[in-house]
């Protein structure tokens, strides 16, 4: 298995990611410079978290000129699996490998703290490992992380399933108090339709290890390895659900 | 994430300070007969920047020699850019604190920004990775717009560049009081980790090898800092161009530039371009390595044209590294600078002659020996004690009707400098590198060092301007007895200190008297607990408006060995025994009842036991690594019932408890007098033989006061309960009776109305 870790300049959670997937998960992981034009090879991409290019435009705009990021349409075409972290998600957004877009948090500040995510479907290869309803406590840290999709973009989302994960209480209850950035539904995590590439705004590898953080993020990573592992295929013409 | 977007430029500095502003006459002369000429205006720029308080501690030098500056595992002490100690298995961490107070009264945002980024440089110049961050803020009341809106600029300034430039913000503190209202403290401590054997020096060596500019490019930003912070501040538009701008981006460019750098093996040394620019780089790496250096101005990466060589030199623009490179290696750095998208420039060379020669292409600007920038006068001004001292120290809080307890619980709870700080550290992302075990709201901060697993470091920062301004002395030795309490409470023994002293004048004697006792309190703690002072800062001329309080703040780095086995502040099981281990007498004088119920800031501070507070801080550190005990937390401002309150508070878990009355004193002072060396501890019932054990290893009392349970913190006054544990409350009554959602709303800053 190998695992490619995009490294733009301003990344800051690559280090994390590659530790979680190394020396935690025991996976083969590899840094792959944003001036990268191919990832062939790779089993799986990760966009990890931080501030690429300093993010003084919107989040991840920059990133998503880079050759890294342009090769990753092609990437997917051919079945690859590509995990947005944080600022990850952000480029995913921005380059259109996922719908919607991201807001300022409503309360206007940056936020570090441990939320809930209610599992909405564990048919992904970063879900397989999942049941839908389960919770899981993973820490979130942005200030950009309001996910809004619009009356526009919401039936497909819905049809194709794209909600991954929703802010929870302890419990799996979604509702307004624990909604930490104000995202429309709740939405914490989206696929492509396929699954093969998910955005999520908390940090799975800031929760990969019993000492810091527990180990519900790497519930998240031994997903994607079991996926891989038994040679399971997204399919390409994802199933329309009314 | 996105981070704020920066703001426009500074104005021209040269147009609004004239070069030698800040030299007193005496120095003129001083220059004079060192140059054996006149010196050039430009030379006089250098001078006023390397000669100021801030950069040459003209003022405070010979009092820091009385700070202990060895211990076991000290690997470097002050004159380096940063301290390091040992912390095992062949890594070193390195620390140190300094303060961006001024630059944070005039721009909020940036002022504390830059304060941070300019830190991390400081470990980065060690070769350090920096992995922590934790800041001690001081303001004005916050229910005065102008301080809130100070202090919203300086946690949105230290959030904006900590979190972005990927180092978390694991600890601090933060406290208010009028005399902060136009001069806020921010002191920001870093911690950076490095192997031993790979410590980097700002000694310049070997002639013929070059002299390297890393970094952002240069600016007109930040002129004259250096002389800025050390003026008091005049409230005059001109001061914001001595603010400096800050860009995390290129920071954490820098730190992987510079770290790669480095690892080649062809760096000799670097420092990095802080307070005086190049001027204080140049001439400090040079002096200290005792070489000569020739350089050209005209090669230095700017960003703005038509900057006069005096402006390239005083600068202080940001994000910006000098290294001395082995020759013929130069490419090696310029590749790196390169992939990381730095500007990188070969702007000299060093010689033998023990000359720093600045030309701007065939213009010479100075040929001195840099020895004569950074042997800067020092002075003994005179010292006195403050007249208001005598009239503080005679009142007697005997005569106030002590308060309803459970309002006075509340209102301490709603005290700025006690209620919990997570509405401040939510907005700093303390998690990242992954290795935060312990996280911001416990007495200490815990970090794993992987690379040396188990163990771990643990880190703090304390200071009580309050005390030191009711008794300096008393106030230096509670800072550090408490920053090694505080340690102790997660497990860890103290390792090495670093502090902030920030004070008004020290041209004015009383104040100079405070800064002297301030100190040798700082001094005979360290001494006690035989931890070294490894490095430091001083600000002095805060003082707009009023004069604040003599407030020296205490980083303290402590270590564990095994990072697995630490404690925090809350309860964690229901039916535990919680005892008290140290002295159990604590008074009102000074305390933060008086004041924040009162509004009272009076009284004579008692000078602690030290070497019975030493004995208590190292039986709970004892504790707390074996296992023994469930939790710890220290009894600080509020007394036993504000600590009681916070354990329940983490925990979510009541308590009951009872404290011997027994002779007579008032209800208010039992519950809410302070004194360090008090620590409360909740443990198994089971344990409690292990833990005498330890308190008659270090002679220290013990008293079991009550057992965790319920959703009510239920105080009482009565005869010491059995070992069984604490039964109801006494014949007098419950003194508090408090259900945990009482306290956590009267704690909770965030959820108040405006």
């Known amino acids: ?133 389960d919770v899981l406590r993973i820490p979130i840290a942005h200030a950009e992380g309001r996910y809004l999709i619009g009356p526009a973009g919401r039936p497909a989302l819905a049809a194709y399933r794209q909600v991954v994960f929703r802010y929870c209480s302890a419990h799996g209850d979604v509702t307004p108090a ?24 908390p940090h799975p590898e800031r929760a990969s290890d019993e000492l810091v953080g527990g180990t519900d993020g790497a519930r998240i990573f031994s997903s994607l390895a079991t996926w891989i592992a038994t040679g399971r295929r997204v399919s390409m013409r994802p199933v329309e659900v009314h | 994430m996105a981070a704020r977007p920066r703001t426009e430029a500074a104005v021209p500095a040269s147009a609004v300070r004239a070069p030698g502003a800040g030299l007193r006459p005496s120095e003129r002369d001083e220059i004079r007969r060192r140059l054996g000429r006149d010196p050039t205006a430009a030379e006089l720029g250098m001078f006023d920047v390397m000669w100021s308080e801030h950069c040459a501690y003209k003022h405070s030098r010979a009092v820091l020699e009385r700070l202990p500056a060895r211990g076991p595992g000290l690997l470097r002490g002050p004159g380096e850019n940063a301290g390091a100690v040992s912390v095992g298995a062949g890594w070193a961490a390195v620390f140190k604190m300094e303060s961006h107070n001024h630059p944070s009264a005039v721009a909020p945002y940036h002022g504390a920004a830059t304060g941070v980024g300019g830190i991390i440089r400081d470990i980065l110049a060690m070769g350090a990775r920096p992995i922590a961050l934790l800041d001690s803020l001081r303001f004005g009341p916050p229910d005065d717009p102008g301080v809130a809106r100070t202090i919203q600029g300086v946690v949105a300034g230290i959030a904006g560049y900590g979190n972005s430039i990927g180092v ?73 161009s001595a603010v400096q701008m800050g860009d995390p981006f290129a920071g954490k460019l820098l730190i992987e530039a510079t770290l790669q750098a480095l690892a080649t093996g062809a760096v000799v040394a670097l420092q990095d371009l802080g307070a005086a620019g190049l001027t204080c780089a140049l001439s400090e790496m040079a002096a200290r390595g005792g070489v000569g250096m020739d350089v050209d101005l005209g090669i230095v990466p700017r960003r703005e044209d038509g900057m006069t060589p005096e402006e390239v030199l005083l600068s202080e623009s940001q994000e910006r590294m000098l290294l001395v490179v082995r020759a013929g290696r130069e490419a090696e750095i310029r590749r790196i600078a390169g992939r990381w998208g730095l500007a990188a420039a070969v702007i000299g060379a060093i010689t033998d002659d023990r000359l720093l020669v600045i030309r701007d292409g065939d213009d010479v600007v100075t040929r001195l020996d840099p020895r004569h920038l950074t042997d800067a006068p020092s002075y003994a001004p005179d010292a006195v004690e403050p007249a208001y001292l005598a009239a503080l120290r005679g009142f007697d809080p005997a005569g106030l009707a002590p308060a309803v307890a459970e309002d006075a619980l509340v209102a301490l709870l709603r005290s700025p400098g006690v209620a919990s700080k997570r509405w401040v550290y939510r907005q700093y992302d303390h998690m990242i590198q992954t290795n935060t075990v312990v996280p911001p709201g416990a007495d200490a901060a815990v970090l794993r060092i992987r690379e040396a697993a188990p163990r771990g470091v643990a880190l703090t920062v304390d200071g009580n301007g309050r005390s030191c301004y009711l008794d300096p002395y008393v106030g230096g030795v509670l800072a550090v007895l408490e920053a090694a309490q505080n340690l102790a409470c997660v497990g860890a023994s103290p390792a090495a200190v670093t502090d902030c002293l920030n004070f008004a004048s020290p041209e004015r004697p009383d104040v100079f008297w405070t800064f002297r006792r301030a100190v040798d309190g700082i001094a005979h703690a360290c001494e006690a607990l035989d931890v070294p002072v490894v490095g430091g800062n001083v600000s002095f001329y805060n003082e707009a408006g009023e004069g604040i309080y003599p407030t020296p703040v205490v980083a303290m780095l402590g270590r564990l060995d095994d990072v697995r086995r630490h404690a925090g502040v809350g309860w964690t099981r229901e039916g535990d025994l919680i005892a008290l281990v140290g002295c159990e007498r604590g008074w009102l004088d000074g305390s933060e009842y008086l004041a924040a ?26 504790a707390v690594a074996a296992g023994v005990v469930s939790s710890a ?35 208010d002072e039992i519950l809410f007098g302070e004194q360090v060396g008090r620590i ?43 070992r069984a544990g604490a039964t109801a409350p006494g014949s007098a009554g419950p003194w508090l009776d408090v259900d945990l959602a009482t306290l956590a709303a009267a704690s909770d800053m965030e959820e108040r109305p405006a």
């Not at chain 1, 909604?179 to 705004?201: F, Q, R, T, Y």
């Not at chain 2, 013929?208 to 890393?214: D, E, K, R, S």
């Not at chain 2, 009076?602 to 190292?618: K, T």
């Open chain 2, 168 to 240: 978390p913000t694991v600890g601090g503190e933060l406290a208010c009081a009028p005399c902060y209202r136009r001069n806020p403290l921010v002191n920001v401590a870093c911690l950076g980790l490095v192997r031993e054997d790979r410590i980097a020096t700002a000694r310049a060596a070997g002639p013929g090898n070059a002299v390297v500019y890393l970094g952002a490019r240069t600016g007109r930003d930040g002129m004259h800092g250096a002389a800025f912070a050390s003026a008091g501040l005049a409230g005059e538009a001109a001061d914001r």
């Open chain 2, 633 to 667: 937390h220290d009894c600080s401002e509020g007394g036993i019932a504000v600590a009681l309150a916070e354990c329940s508070l983490a925990g979510g878990l009541g308590a009951r408890v009872v404290l011997d009355a027994a002779d007579e004193r008032r209800p």
């Open chain 1, 1 to 133: 298995m190998n695992i490619g870790i995009v490294v733009f300049p301003g990344s800051n959670c690559d280090a994390d990611t590659y530790h979680a997937v190394r020396d935690v998960l025991g996976h083969h992981g590899q840094y792959v410079w944003h001036e990268e034009r191919s990832l062939a090879g790779l089993d799986a991409v990760i966009l990890p978290g931080g501030f690429s290019y300093g993010d003084y435009l919107r989040a991840g705009a920059i990133a998503t000129t880079s050759p890294a990021v342009r090769a990753l349409k092609p990437y997917v075409a051919g079945g690859g699996l590509v995990l947005g972290i944080c600022n990850g998600f952000q480029t995913l957004l921005e380059a259109g490998l996922l719908p919607g877009a991201m807001q300022p948090n409503l309360s206007g500040q940056f936020r570090c703290e441990f939320v809930h995510l209610r599992t909405e479907r564990a048919d992904t290869p970063f879900t397989c490992g999942l049941k839908p309803g």
């Open chain 1, 178 to 201: 624990v909604n930490p950035n104000g995202s429309e539904d709740a939405i914490a995590g989206v696929a492509s339709p396929s699954g093969a590439v998910l955005g999520l705004m």
């Open chain 2, 680 to 722: 409360v501890v909740s443990l198994r019932p089971g344990a409690l033989g292990a833990l005498g054990d330890l308190a008659r290893r270090f002679a220290v009392p013990l008293k079991v006061i009550g057992s965790v349970g319920g959703g009510r913190l239920v105080v009482g006054a009565g005869v010491a309960p059995s």
């Open chain 2, 597 to 622: 119920v009162h509004g009272i800031t009076a009284g004579r501070l008692r000078e602690p036991d030290v070497s019975a507070v030493v004995r208590a801080i190292r039986c709970v550190r004892e």
